[in-house]
């Protein structure tokens, strides 16, 4: 945490003077806090965010309604974590704790109900008798270990602060006619979320596309990726007529996603580009200068469900936690994973 000194300069200095400036230079630090921003990242911490330092309420193994067995990838061994746990370090995972408290609310409903939709309806083997991994294939998880690693001399401001968004909302998911949604978020949009159909094959009526403006502010709204002709086609196994007069064909969603390209005889996805070209959105235009093709996209993510952008920018106006879940997730409701999922809660 970055720190102000005011210093001035001082005619004919007394012990007394001297004594003061001392007692200014130790006090002075501890009451004015400079807005700082995260290593790498690109969203402030206001002086309000920082000021939230205190310890919050501690969590006890007895506000889980269940443990979960996290495979770690790198050690391949598992970990048993008390779910409300689980969540705190997902969230550290996924979001940043700078982030407003009640789009981190918001980030821990959506973690708790993932991890409660995984373990009622995934019927997946996972090694070690494990319920889910450590990685993108279910939700980001670091021990407490490496988040004081990632952290560094932020972690106590970061965990303690992720926490309180963790204890405010223990025990809460999403629910859709009693059932835990699959609670799809992502960074960025392009100013709309997407309708689930059009980028996985599943509708699910709780996913439909909505408007999502607060995204525009966000610092991972645009992006450019250059990619040689030659790298294009290899990626994609085709051959580009480069003297062709539409080198692309283009459709696109309501929300401005590509639904299909054309390009090189064949016809592709928008996500199908989006992955093998390792783009951040499936909302790209593609523009053909010499021997290299230029990918300018809007959004970051599948664009399906929450945008933790645009949450942000709910909680900024003054939105909570359960406004910001309903709107993102259609037609959804708050509930407690004790009355929703019993089976789970009697497996400890």
Same mark, same amino acid.
């Given at each position: 945490?970055?720190?102000? /000194? #005011?210093?001035?300069?001082?005619? @004919? ?6 004594? &003061? ?6 006090? =002075?630090? &501890? ?10 990242? *690109? ?11 205190a310890e919050p309420e501690k969590l006890k193994d007895s506000d889980s309604a269940f443990s979960v067995k996290v495979f770690r990838t790198k050690t391949e061994e598992t970990e ?19 982030? !407003? $408290?009640?789009?981190? +609310? ?10 409660? #939709? ?37 972690? *106590?401001?970061?965990? #303690? ?8 909302t223990k025990g809460q998911i999403i629910t859709y006619e009693g059932v835990p949604i699959t609670p799809a978020f992502f960074s960025t949009s392009n100013g709309y979320t997407e ?18 403006s607060w995204d525009l502010d966000s610092p991972k709204f645009l992006d450019q990726k250059v990619l040689t002709v030659a790298q294009v086609e290899q990626l994609l196994g085709v +051959? =580009? ?10 459709? /696109?969603?309501?929300? *401005?996603?590509?639904?299909? =390209?054309?390009?090189?005889? +064949?016809?592709?996805?928008?996500? !199908? ?7 951040? &959105? ?23 469900? $929450? ?8 909680? +900024? ?29 009697? @497996? #400890?």
């Open positions: 945490m970055k720190k102000h /000194r #005011n210093t001035k300069e001082w005619k @004919r200095p007394s012990i007394i003077i001297i004594a &003061s400036l001392f007692l200014i230079i130790l006090v =002075i630090p &501890s009451v004015i806090v400079v807005p700082f921003i995260q290593s790498g990242g *690109n969203q402030t911490k206001s002086v309000d965010t920082l000021a939230t330092v048993t974590v008390p779910l409300e746990e689980y969540v705190t370090r997902v969230v550290a995972s996924e979001m940043p704790a700078e982030f !407003e $408290m009640e789009a981190l +609310k918001a980030q821990a409903l959506a973690a708790r109900t993932y991890i409660v #939709n995984y373990l009622m309806y995934s019927d997946i083997d996972l090694p070690q008798d494990s319920d889910v991994t450590d990685t993108v294939q279910h939700q980001v998880y670091k021990s407490d270990e490496e988040l004081r690693e990632q952290e560094g001399t932020e972690y *106590n401001w970061t965990i #303690n602060r992720i926490k309180e968004a963790v204890v405010a309708d689930s159909e059009k980028y996985w094959q599943n509708e699910l009526p709780y996913l439909r596309s909505v408007e999502s +051959k =580009i007529d480069q003297s062709a007069e539409n080198v692309f064909e283009i459709k /696109r969603t309501e929300s *401005n996603r590509v639904a299909e =390209i054309k390009l090189g005889g +064949k016809s592709f996805t928008g996500r !199908e580009i989006r992955e093998s070209l390792d783009l951040r &959105s499936s909302d790209f235009k593609v523009e053909q200068k010499n021997e290299h093709m230029i990918f300018t996209t809007k959004g970051f993510g599948h664009g399906v469900g $929450m945008s933790q952008y645009g949450a942000n920018g709910m909680a +900024k106006e003054g939105k909570n936690y359960t406004e910001i879940v309903t709107y993102y997730y259609q037609g959804a409701e708050v509930a407690q994973v004790d009355s929703t999922a019993p089976k789970l809660s009697a @497996r #400890n």
